[in-house]
DNA sequence: CTAACTTTGCAATAGCATTGCATCGTATTT
DNA sequence: AAATACGATGCAATGCTATTGCAAAGTTAG
């Protein structure tokens, strides 16, 4: 069970602790984004500190990207297979519901190419759309 | 010379007193997005509280609006004439750029139409570019 | 002139992000 | 196996931004 979850951290060079493991394995039960706090809560009694550069370590091998909704506080979420650490996948759209007031990844949900004004260069993008989502939406 | 400011203030219905005359004026003065503190630092000795609330107040009147731009400070910036209060015209796209550290309004630049899994329902949309601004670019 | 309301300033608080340092565990070397 | 080196963890402490409560000052209306 916990020999796929060992493997992928293996795969990012991202040595296998228990602590890591648990954290790898909590983040895969999540279909949001989650902060700091909400990681901390969710596992057991454990230090926010060390959950925190687990967090930025996992963010420097790639594993996981972090959100900056709006909110203020910044999310958490893995990365899909292909992002290396140097270079974020992370030109998806993040979603922010205003009901569930949950973050979600919109993985499929590419950013347009936008042409910026002369002598402009663009080197990262991060879109965030409010509204409603999916689960929230009465329709 | 202050005639003008006080129109504006008084256009988007906000008691022109001093205070905010000045920061309005500072506003104007400015070309790329500021801080709170960069405000602070910018107008004479100033309640950092004060500014803080006169800057809540343009907002709510659809005078400024403010800017995540991912470094975790809130920037504010003059809206654009349209803007009313309720719905800002913030549709364009906000650029950082990581050389001067900057955050601009491309007001030019809107935000292209996208087009969101089934049952998401888009409400506000947050675009932050990253990259080398003109001034910063050698080309 | 007084009362009502708005604006301002000070004090205080809360929350998140972040760093320093000591401890502990594991892996490596001898 | 003992000594050592390195990475991971936990605790303490700090800095910064955002935000609210309350009292003082200023402004407007009656």
Redesign the interface.
């Known amino acids: 069970m916990t020999k796929g979850i060992e493997q992928r951290l293996k795969s990012k060079n991202i040595n296998p602790t228990a602590m890591r493991l648990l954290v790898l394995d909590f983040l895969m039960q999540q279909n949001a984004a989650i902060s700091l706090t909400d990681l901390e809560k969710g596992m057991g009694p454990s230090d926010r500190i060390t959950l925190y550069r687990t967090l930025k370590t996992f963010e420097e091998k790639g594993l996981v990207h972090h959100i900056?909704d709006?909110t203020g506080t910044t999310k958490y979420a893995l990365c899909m297979e292909e992002c290396d650490g140097d270079h974020h996948q992370d030109l998806h759209?993040h979603?922010y519901c205003?009901t569930c007031k949950e973050t979600f990844c919109?993985p499929?949900?590419k950013?347009?190419q936008?042409?910026?004004?002369?002598?402009?260069?663009?080197?990262?993008?991060?879109?965030?759309?409010?509204?409603?989502?999916?689960r929230c939406?009465p329709?």
């Open positions: 900056d709006g759209v979603f205003n919109l499929n949900t950013i347009p936008i042409s910026l004004p002369e002598k402009f260069r663009s080197e990262e993008m991060n879109l965030v759309i409010k509204g409603i989502c999916d939406n329709d």
